[in-house]
């Protein structure tokens, strides 16, 4: 049985006839480590007239009654994640497609990058998806369905429509604004548990976004503007956390941008010193992040390695992508790491960037060496994975490189540092390949992913259900589209939109 501590005053008996399910599409340890999933059952966990429930791919027994669920909700985070919905949705009889539910069956729907980046592959299967930052519509979403409890779906579902943010697929893709909140409450692990995969880790989000982006980078994108938590808010937070658990972490994909990035460290490296046994991790951290305070601080903190992201190995290849890091910045910053304690960085690459080169990748073993030979006893690793063309970033319009050539280049990297004593991994360019399929999918692909389910969603299943069902899937991954082309998710309005992406594209890849 996992402990679990909660850190807000959860209404353990409530007097509520509207019940739902809260689900995560994998086991109770990741989900107990996912902070928008359990921000969500917070926030409808405090409403006093909602019963809901957490549920996970590994969930044994539940409390609530599968016959009493009245709304059903899913993250989705990961493309493949589909599969493990389907599988939870069939396990508690209700039919995948929307159209076969019936007044009896639950409404079900989905938030998360995914759906939120480009719904349409998944479309048939939801009966409502919430696109971006959830945590504002969700409380109106329950709430409308729940004083609507018994009234005809579509009726329920025409009230959903007129919500900001809110996708109804049966009504037709109308124009969706996706959702940006304003980060004025810092969001954090509500609940901790020592089945947690980060076990007992108060993660606390220090910022949303980031302002670089990077052109193949949906994280960046979808979560523009890159906000910041007030400074205030986060220590009192950090307080909470602290008061519970000695495990910290904080999330953002830019943490190191927020204007008191060093004073939150300073603030923490203070309790260390006074004798505190504080354990923190971070995220990730950037080039420029790699400050001789912040790595005292997560030296102290208990961290001994680090991740650099610099996505590609030559500087005219990160100029491409507009990961605008010099060399002289990332020996720097590898310096500072091992002056101040840190005892190794794996540094994190693609391959298969748009107008990659056999010399883009020489530069990688290069600069391998180069760190070798000047960091002598400090661990320098790599870790790749390839380039997928992702909705709503300038390289939407990119084909993806063919598979083989992938494996060529991924074999090249491998051998060539496994020489120089390095060592590396690189992601399965296989399965990379699916990811662009579903990244760039339509409205076309309902009855080829109910197959890839049924057919037990590896690799051969997808193959086999796209034969049987005519979907012409290296279209989806190899080809360029022409920037003229109406994309299947372009009803998704995001800003700063289209356009900006259609000059940005020419500027990193023609320079014009
Ligand atoms: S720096 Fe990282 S998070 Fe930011 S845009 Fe580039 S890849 Fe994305």
């Given amino acids: 049985m996992n402990k679990e501590t909660f850190l807000y005053p959860a209404i353990h008996t409530k007097n509520a006839d509207f019940n739902m399910w809260l689900a995560f599409p994998g086991p109770y340890s990741f989900a107990m480590s996912s902070l928008g999933f359990l921000w969500m059952f917070k926030s409808i966990d405090e409403l006093e007239d909602v019963n809901v429930e957490r549920i996970y791919s590994d969930t044994k027994t539940t409390v609530l009654h599968k016959e009493s669920i009245n709304l059903f909700g899913f993250s989705f985070s990961f493309d493949t994640d589909f599969l493990t919905i389907f599988s939870m949705l069939e396990r508690f009889d209700i039919p995948l497609k929307s159209s076969e539910r019936s007044e009896e069956h639950p409404f079900v729907f989905a938030g998360g990058p995914v759906v939120s980046a480009n719904p349409e592959p998944y479309k048939d299967f939801f009966d409502f998806v919430i696109i971006g930052d959830g945590e504002d519509v969700n409380l109106k979403v329950v709430e409308i369905c729940r004083c609507n409890k018994g009234k005809p779906r579509d009726y329920v579902l025409t009230e959903l429509s007129k ?210 030979t000047e960091f002598k006893g400090f661990d320098i690793s790599f870790g790749f994975s390839s380039f997928v063309p992702k909705p709503h970033t300038p390289f939407q319009w990119c084909g993806r490189e063919k598979t083989k050539s992938l494996e060529d280049k991924s074999n090249f990297i491998k051998k060539e540092l496994h020489k120089l004593g390095v060592s590396s991994s690189v992601s399965s360019i296989k399965w990379d390949y699916w990811q662009a399929v579903l990244s760039r999918g339509d409205g076309s692909f309902t009855d ?62 023609y320079n014009n």
């Avoid at 999330?251 to 354990?279: M, T, V």
């Avoid at 389910?453 to 989806?476: E, Q």
Wanted: charged residues 25%; aromatic residues 10%.
């Fill in 448 to 509: 080829f992913l109910i197959d890839v389910y049924k057919k037990g969603g590896k690799i051969g299943a997808f193959k086999s259900a796209a034969k049987l069902h005519n979907i012409n899937t290296d279209y989806y991954a190899y080809n360029d589209f022409n920037l003229e082309d109406r994309l299947p998710w372009d009803f998704i309005e995001l800003r700063p939109g289209k356009d900006f992406l259609i000059k940005e594209h020419n500027r990193l890849l």
């Fill in 163 to 372: 919500l900001e943010g809110v996708y109804v697929p049966k009504f037709g893709s109308r124009t969706i604004n996706k959702l940006t909140k304003k980060l004025s409450e810092c969001i954090y692990t509500p609940i901790l548990s020592d089945g947690a995969f980060f076990k007992n880790t108060f993660i606390l989000e220090v910022s949303r976004g980031c302002a670089n982006r990077c052109g193949f980078c949906l994280a960046s994108y979808l979560n523009l503007p890159l906000r910041f938590m007030p400074y205030e808010e986060l220590i009192n937070v950090v307080n909470l956390g602290l008061g519970k658990t000695n495990k910290i972490a904080l999330l953002g994909a830019q943490i190191s941008a927020h204007p008191h990035f060093k004073d939150i460290c300073k603030y923490i490296y203070d309790r260390i010193s006074k004798g505190e046994k504080i354990e923190m991790s971070v995220s990730s951290l950037r080039v420029d992040a790699i400050t001789p305070d912040v790595v005292k601080t997560l030296v102290a903190a208990g961290q001994k390695n680090s991740t650099l992201a610099i996505e590609a190995g030559s500087e005219r290849l990160r100029k491409v992508i507009n990961k605008n890091v010099s060399e002289e910045q990332i020996f720097n910053a590898v310096r500072i790491a091992r002056d101040n304690g840190l005892k190794g960085l794996k540094f994190y690459g693609m391959l298969g960037l748009p107008t990659e080169t056999q010399e883009d990748l020489d530069e990688i073993i290069k600069l391998a060496e180069k760190l070798k």
